[in-house]
């Protein structure tokens, strides 16, 4: 028996260093850097498999959610590439039609669900494209990001939600995206509905009147079957389709400028003239450029441009 156990012994070792699979080392390496969420904001079952999919040329450099730009790089380093990560993504609740706001047609009285609620006749909302407030985003969530409010809306904290896209995935009413961080307005309106049917449902919901697009300066807002739908990739965060919507639909988050001029320091590069969407800024090449306070709408644009800190702005309180 001794003798036996000593053959197939020495069989298995000969065995397993004839036929043994050459594991990638940056497989490993990749998998240390990783956060360990497992959430699947990748694509992939989790972080060992995502560490694979990278290694054999599957998977982006950039595909952690959780861990971002600083995971990103790492995982460059380790596989001796150039890191992109791009712009890290919040999700952003596109309805605002909170229980206090919109009407109900029905009561509802089955499981607390929005999905169970939508399997329902669409649920019990006045509006069909509305959220329901049941919280399945919320439960959704691995990170704790996704509270709900009040009035029966989910509110997101942009600090602990890492774009894994869970809620997106969870919410039937399909009106939960993912927008990058910089993006400061959001029209909070889904609904393909008339002006008419959309007052009568809800008191903040668009009505397709076209104030927000005909005011955009970069074209940012385009009309679709009567909703607002905002181009994100055009915005330049200047606010005016906020101020301008007549139901309060879109939000603006980013700083209103009061007062924005030229200083000294412009050495007449031209590249305040070139960004400004309403062609509000006039001068010669090497010299000194002024704003037309008549067209500038304030945008700010010129000054997140200017290399030379040649523009002074002034945000509204």
Known sequence: MGALGAFFATGLAIASKKFAVEVDPRIEQIEAVLPGANCGGCGHPGCSSFADAVVAGNAEINGCPV???????????????????????????LCKGGSSVATQRSEYRGIQSC?????????????????????????????GAITMSDDNLPVIDPELCTGCGKCVGACPKSIITL???????????????????????????????????????????EMKDNLAVMIYEKCINCGICAEK?????????????????????????TLCARVCPVSAIKGEVKQKHEIDPETCIKCGLCYTKCKKDAIDVKYKK
């Open 67 to 93: 861990g971002g730009s600083e995971v990103a790089e790492k995982i460059a380093e380790i596989m001796g590439v150039s890191a992109d990560a791009g712009e890290r993504k919040i999700a952003q609740v």
């Open 115 to 143: 999905r169970a609620a939508t399997a329902v006749g669409g649920g019990s909302k006045g509006c069909e494209y509305g959220c329901l407030g049941f919280g399945d985003c919320a439960a959704a969530c691995p990170f």
């Open 179 to 221: 927008v990058g961080e910089s993006r400061k307005n959001h029209i909070r309106c889904s609904a393909y509905l008339s002006g008419k049917e959309v007052r009568q449902v809800c008191k903040v919901g668009c009505i397709g009147c076209g104030i927000c697009a005909k005011n955009c300066p970069v074209g940012a807002i």
């Open 245 to 269: 919507c007549p139901m309060g639909t879109i939000d603006f988050y980013g700083k209103k400028v009061e007062e924005i001029k030229i200083n000294d320091k412009c050495i007449g590069c």
